[in-house]
């Protein structure tokens, strides 16, 4: 091989390298500006509770609504739908009175 030739193999070798860098460069600049957007999910497990032997109680949401649920190994059970109650925090409007909180008479 002569020095001609050795230079142009060198020559193609390197216009090669550059090509595939180049090539490179544009595939990793054009992933950065695909922007994947993920769908919002509409359930969601907000807290778990374990309660042992393979039971919970969990509190999910769906969309803007959230529910107690009870589980073991065999079932699933609605407990108390939490959008619909109030809150034994907040005083309930229009309400005249002490608020008393409790399981009430005994």
Avoid at 48 to 65: A, I, K, N, S
Avoid at 74 to 96: A, F, G, M
Wanted: proline share 5%; net charge positive; charged share 30%.
């Amino acid at each position: 091989m002569s020095v001609v030739d050795a230079g142009r193999a060198i020559s193609t070798e390197t216009r090669w390298l550059r090509a595939v860098s180049q090539l490179f460069v544009t595939v990793c600049n054009a992933v950065r500006k695909v922007k994947v957007r993920r769908r919002e999910r509409s359930l969601r497990l907000c807290e778990t509770l374990p309660l042992g032997e393979r039971r919970f109680v969990m509190v999910v949401q769906f969309e803007q609504r959230r529910f107690l649920i009870g589980t073991t190994n065999q079932s699933i059970s609605l407990l108390e739908r939490l959008d619909e109650r109030v809150h034994p925090l907040r005083k309930p409007k229009n309400l005249d009175g002490p608020i008393l909180y409790g399981k009430g008479p005994h």
